[in-house]
């Protein structure tokens, strides 16, 4: 969550006249306060006005490349949120049916993950990828802690994972005091590979986190591989190192696209997986998802049973109360579509993706990092020869044109690479993908016609927040 400062300002709110409830003057005579509360209340469709203009100045949802959250749901999910926005997840007793669906969709991802025996898998909701993260480390340090002698006096525990991982494992790290152990990139080397793990895995390491789509292109990484290369250090030393499969895009992806790909539980060293509902799961934000493959794998100390609002509730979770509409939208994700309907929308945005990257390939200003064929998800950078402009120029005449696709460096020792990253999601289609492409070829010429790339702030490294 954003940090933000209170402010001094004493300006006012503007209002139109014509939302006075009935007499124009009298609107007129309503300014509330920006930065402290009015005195008394005004109508609700005054303070519904207000606040609906100030938000058109965001961006447009649905031409937002950069995020990964879905945009779009049908209407009958949207319907049946609003009549689930008054109730609390965690009121399990109160609303049995809600908690019911949970059950149904932790199910639902444990058969499609592959887990051995789905009746011992142990899963929740979360607020997202990163609640999910967090509850993932935790149980992996807590393992591993039990399994180290000296702990907590001589020895500190760390966690593998590549430099281009989600910022809430370096969250993790920090709150949870892990060292955060990230394999750099090398040359053509993007993510994660299992000569990169091995580099850093000892004794003290709670795991190795292997992440299925890369935020910042999209790249699987090569959990099969990393898991192959943990099992031969481990009959060499005897010390056991688990994965986590970060698979906040990548497990509602592979499953129906890649079903020969090898990266779940069928792989017996993966502990535990995480997803975005709330990405290509499909659904508005925010719900995410935490599996392990069975008890042993979540310590039972963690896992809370409070006696509350009449009932035994075993929880795991670093919030507590927070809406269950998320969870029934999954529900209903999941029950409207089925696992081809899941295909045909993952293929979609796939296709669509491969297709754009294929256009921006036709043009010798551009070259890939990568295609859109694992995650439906391309990075881009300027030819080698370009020296006229760069992509953060690229990104700036976009946003004039209402597409918001960010322009980044990748992290430490590859930061030489900046791209632009076009993320495909359910909604963007074809049509608008033609759209896109027409603004690209559209902008071309005039940035082939500058002299150097345009200055940027320094301190604006990227335009990468996600």
Same mark, same amino acid.
């Given at each position: ?329 999954? %529900? ?75 322009? %980044? ?58």
């Amino acid at each position: 969550m954003s940090l933000h400062k209170g402010s001094s300002a004493p300006h006012d709110v503007s209002v139109n006249p014509f939302v006075g409830v009935a007499d124009p003057v009298g609107g007129m005579e309503t300014a509330p306060p920006k930065h402290r509360l009015a005195e008394g209340p005004m109508a609700p469709s005054a303070a519904y006005q207000l606040v609906h203009d100030e938000l058109m100045l965001d961006g447009n949802s649905r031409l937002n490349l950069a995020t990964f959250v879905t945009t779009w749901m049908e209407p009958q999910a949207t319907l049946l949120m609003t009549e689930c926005v008054d109730k609390n997840m965690i009121d399990k007793d109160e609303y049995p049916r809600t908690a019911e669906l949970e059950r149904r969709c932790v199910a639902i991802l444990s058969d499609l993950w592959n887990a051995p025996d789905p009746a011992k898998t142990v899963g929740c909701s979360t607020t997202g990828s990163s609640e999910a993260c967090m509850l993932a480390g935790m149980a992996l340090k807590r393992r591993w802690s039990k399994r180290t002698p000296g702990y907590p006096a001589t020895a500190r525990p760390n966690l593998v994972m590549g430099a281009n991982v989600q910022v809430c494992w370096e969250k993790f790290c920090t709150f949870w005091e892990v060292e955060a152990r990230l394999a750099p990139m090398r040359g053509d080397r993007l993510h994660l590979d299992a000569e990169g793990a091995m580099e850093l895995v000892d004794e003290n390491t709670i795991g190795v986190v292997a992440v299925l789509g890369s935020t910042f292109d999209g790249s699987y990484e090569p959990v099969a591989e990393i898991c192959a290369a943990l099992d031969d250090y481990e009959q060499r030393t005897g010390v056991h190192v688990p994965v986590h499969v970060d698979g906040a895009s990548g497990a509602m992806i592979a499953p129906f696209l890649d079903q020969d790909l090898v990266w779940d539980f069928r792989l017996p060293r993966v502990a535990s997986i995480n997803t975005s509902g709330h990405k290509y799961g499909l659904v508005y934000p925010g719900v995410g998802w935490a599996l392990w493959r069975d008890a042993d794998e979540l310590p039972d100390e963690l896992v809370f049973r409070v006696n509350y609002l009449g009932g035994d509730m075993p929880t795991f979770a670093l919030n507590f109360s927070r809406p269950g509409a998320q969870v029934v939208a999954q %529900y209903y994700s999941f029950l409207r579509l089925g696992f081809g309907g899941y295909r045909a929308v993952q293929q979609a945005s796939r296709d669509v993706a491969r297709s754009v990257a294929g256009e921006f390939a036709a043009h010798e200003q551009f070259r890939l990092i990568t295609h859109g064929d694992q995650l439906p998800v391309f990075a881009v950078t300027t030819a080698p020869d370009v020296k006229n402009f760069d992509v953060f120029d690229v990104s700036r005449r976009l946003r004039e044109r209402g597409w918001l696709v960010p322009a %980044y460096t990748y992290p430490a020792d590859r930061e030489d690479l900046a791209v632009l990253r076009v993320v495909c999601r359910n909604g963007f289609s074809e049509d608008l993908s033609s759209l896109l492409m027409a603004d690209i070829e559209r902008l071309l010429p005039e940035l082939c016609a500058q002299s150097h790339p345009l200055d940027r702030p320094r301190n604006v490294a990227t335009a990468f927040h996600h």
